[in-house]
């Protein structure tokens, strides 16, 4: 079969199709599941909560002045309610920056 891999001595597997009807009981039971499991495989929101540019600087050892100077220059993922408001960090981003490296 072209363009599929195989091992040696093997045949390429065909599935047949397959179609399935189901009642709204069942899919809402499904559908419960799927969202129960996707809710244990999300991250816990409170385990990365929002820290402000004193607790950046001090969560990544630098001064405060330069959170917000590179912050401001786009070198720190920062968010900002209003303009010139208070800066607002995820710590998760944060950290992210600093294993590759962009805080030396």
Known sequence: MPGVATAPDTQPLSLPQLAVTL??????????????????LMPDPSSDPWINAREAAEHLGIHYSTVKERAAAGELP???????????????????????????
């Open 23 to 40: 009642d709204a009981a069942t899919i809402d039971a499904l559908a419960g599941s799927i969202a129960r499991r996707v809710a244990e």
């Open 78 to 104: 920062a968010y900002q309610d209003t303009p010139g408001g208070a800066l607002w960090f995820k710590r998760s981003e944060l950290d992210e920056q600093r294993r590759h490296g962009a805080l030396r």
